[in-house]
């Protein structure tokens, strides 16, 4: 189901208000946070945010990748939800992608937040020119079938 609606959007019924606003990335393990905070929940694994001041910035971060790299991701309104993969690129890329523009060694979002808030005053003075073609090349890592042929060139 490549092209399904991912079920658990940040609107969603299991996204608490301290639901990780990076949940996707950090669990997919590209990204890390100092402040989230996993949790059991079935057989899924939730991710949770410790700190109320942490989770807006981080909020304001995902709005504004969202925002500016809408035309570069080809993404739909901002009323719709993504597709998985689109948001997986907009939170693994964007996190990336500050990383990259701070010169940080470790892609810790809550670190990074701070560090941009402290280089450019605010998240919205970050140099988007240089943060959205990073957040549009980013792609997810292919998985390997065992016994699959590799494709053709």
Known sequence: MSGAVDPIDADACCAGPT???FAKAVLSRHVGCELARRQAFGERELVSCSSPVAHTNC??????LRERATFALKLPP???PLLHVKALQLQCGGVLALQQ????EAADVHRLVQQAQVRWGSLMDAPWAQIVPVVAAWQA???HRPGADPPAR
């Open 78 to 80: 901002a009323s719709m």
């Open 141 to 143: 890592r292919r998985r």
């Open 101 to 104: 523009a701070l010169q940080a």
């Open 59 to 64: 909020g304001t971060l995902a709005a504004l």
């Open 19 to 21: 639901a990780c606003v």
